[in-house]
């Protein structure tokens, strides 16, 4: 009988947990535990994380992780993320509401593909378009602001979070550059300030969750947003050309 060494399996059983951990959701979503279900999706995502970082330090990846992971994501950042803010949020808006979420799930699934076929050549240092995983936390915007009791602003929360998964919908599928760490390197200067500002964001995330989650969450959005305004301004000075 063939052998195998538990390490093999150890990026898989990462993947699962985060499987395990978008399904969660979906049941606390439908249960209206809003709070536990945007809790289940954060810990897919540091699941997510941390299985293809272990694959790669584990010289373990393999096309049956990668297509796991692809169903995983699929789960925990395309359809429960859209089936939270249906249930939530936008509901009320009948079939349209509906439609949105459809359209984020259709997006989250065209992104995936994508992912898988251009994954086949060299790595580059820039996603194109935003990842699921990230796409999900601009989703999840209004719950970070419900949760800290954020009322500086009248926001419409219908409209915001109608606007917030069409929005992230459009730049899984678009083609606007968006930064990658995964393959980021940097000198022994820089590794020092990075290593201090992960370990501020940390205690950050101890002391105040969910005002910092909101932070980082506003500040990926506004960098998605700047992208997007620097891709079309290439695009059309180049189309002028």
């Not at 995983?72 to 509401?97: K, M, Q, V, W």
């Not at 209004?142 to 219908?158: A, R, V």
Request: aromatic share 16%; charged share 10%; proline share 3%.
């Amino acid at each position: 009988m063939r052998e195998y060494s538990f390490i093999k399996f150890i990026p898989n059983s990462i993947t699962l947990m985060s499987l395990i951990a978008g399904i969660s959701s979906i049941k606390f979503s439908i249960q209206g535990n809003w709070k536990l279900s945007v809790l289940m999706i954060m810990l897919a995502a540091f699941f997510d994380f941390f299985d293809g970082w272990m694959a790669r330090k584990l010289k373990k990846s393999s096309q049956f992780g990668a297509e796991l992971d692809s169903l995983s994501d699929f789960i925990s950042f395309g359809l429960a993320p859209s089936l939270l803010i249906n249930l939530c949020y936008t509901h009320e808006l009948g079939r349209i509401g509906w439609t949105f979420s459809l359209f984020y799930i259709v997006c989250a699934a065209l992104r995936l593909a994508r992912f898988n076929i251009e994954n086949t050549r060299e790595q580059s240092k820039t996603f194109i378009g935003i990842p699921s995983p990230a796409a999900a936390g601009i989703v999840m915007i209004p719950f970070f602001m419900s949760f800290m009791e954020f009322n500086y602003f009248n926001i419409n929360q219908l409209i915001f979070s109608s606007s917030l998964i069409i929005f992230a919908g459009a730049m899984m599928v678009s083609r606007v550059p968006t930064p990658s760490v995964k393959n980021l390197k940097l000198k022994p200067l820089y590794m020092r300030f990075a290593t201090i500002a992960v370990v501020l964001v940390l205690i950050f995330l101890i002391t105040y969750f969910w005002q910092t989650t909101l932070v980082i969450a506003l500040l990926y959005l506004l960098m998605s947003l700047i992208n997007l305004l620097i891709y079309f301004f290439s695009f059309f000075r180049t189309a002028r050309i």
